[in-house]
């Protein structure tokens, strides 16, 4: 008796179907697009520099001409930097939206490089919708960071920009009182959304071009007229092959607590998001213990005794950051120790 499964004849609708998907499917493969986050340190004490990076992939491929936007958020959750930066090369295609200048200027538009402590400093942006077909939404940031690569200030606008249209906008950003004097920059960049959207709404944006970056002056006493400075540069590339990187200095009085740090990514029609944190230490806990007691005060007082005998200033006691420690940092520690016994 023959076997029942020699009996079985295919279909020949099946067989043609067979072959058919054989030929076919391969094209329709499921492409997978991702990026990785991490800091170079878990945990940081207040004016020390943060570094984050990480790759992105396609396909377990490394991109090497992507954009990757990075969003920073506080203890409180208030934006601290907003920047976008490439794998390598920028990418090949024309974006949708491209900034194409970011300009200092007073609340008029005019040319001006040079603010004042405590006063508004303004960006002109200008950007541009390539699109043939369809208006585009675009959320348009400025991120501003002192001389020292410490973020000090930001603001951001969402607009639409008509097909084949280029926009103009101006925004403002307060120069704080105590601000680092000398050159600072401001920069520019365009999303479809915040990156942070992803946990809130289900979405997320992404970087729609590569960031744009101008320099300006900050001053402490009467204004000054326009100087001539370098503006609406391209950032070199942060990094190669598939990498990406970002660094920026902590203020020495960086709000304790944990910082959130969100990523996007969107290369040739797929998207992907990720995200992390880090811990700012206790500001004046310089042995990280979680308080600032008697074994804090030996340590900043090693500290001002070396620096006094020849020695180098230590980052973690010198808090306004000017490369001594004197008695404006004794002022500062002080001022720690009080409001952690209060």
Avoid at 43 to 69: C, F, H, K, R, W
Wanted: aromatic share 12%.
């Amino acid at each position: 008796m023959k076997n029942r499964a020699e009996n079985v004849l295919i279909s020949p609708f099946f067989f043609v179907l067979i072959i058919i998907s054989s030929i076919i499917l391969p094209f329709y493969s499921v492409t997978s697009l991702s990026v990785t986050v991490t800091t170079d340190k878990p945990a940081y004490d207040p004016g020390d520099i943060i570094q984050i990076y990480g790759n992105l992939t396609l396909d377990e491929s490394l991109v090497t001409d992507g954009l990757v936007g990075i969003q920073v958020q506080t203890p409180e959750d208030s934006l601290l930097a907003i920047r976008t930066v490439n794998t390598g090369a920028n990418p090949p295609e024309t974006p949708y939206v491209e900034v194409l200048s970011v300009v200092p200027c007073n609340s008029s538009g005019e040319l001006q490089e040079t603010f004042k402590r405590g006063s508004l400093s303004y960006f002109k942006i200008t950007v541009r919708n390539h699109d043939h077909v369809e208006p585009r939404d675009a959320l348009i940031t400025v991120n501003t960071y002192d001389q020292n690569n410490i973020p000090f200030g930001s603001a951001s606008v969402e607009t639409t920009i008509h097909q084949q249209t280029t926009t103009t906008t101006i925004i403002s950003i307060p120069i704080p009182s105590d601000a680092t004097t000398g050159n600072s920059t401001a920069y520019a960049n365009a999303y479809t959304g915040w990156p942070i959207e992803e946990i809130e709404l289900g979405i997320h944006g992404t970087p729609y071009c590569p960031e744009v970056y101008a320099t300006f002056e900050i001053i402490d006493g009467s204004f000054q007229a326009a100087t001539s400075t370098t503006r609406n540069h391209t950032p070199a590339t942060q990094e190669i092959n598939g990498n990406y990187n970002l660094t920026f200095q902590l203020t020495p009085q960086a709000t304790p607590g944990n910082y959130s740090i969100y990523v996007s990514s969107r290369y040739w029609g797929e998207e992907t998001f990720n995200n992390t944190k880090f811990k700012v230490l206790l500001l004046g806990d310089f042995d990280g213990d979680g308080d600032i007691d008697f074994d804090d005060i030996v340590y900043f007082a090693d500290a001002y005794i070396l620096y006094w005998t020849g020695g180098s200033a230590d980052p973690k006691c010198d808090f306004d950051c000017d490369g001594d420690i004197d008695f404006d940092d004794i002022v500062n520690f002080a001022a720690a120790y009080i409001e952690y016994w209060s």
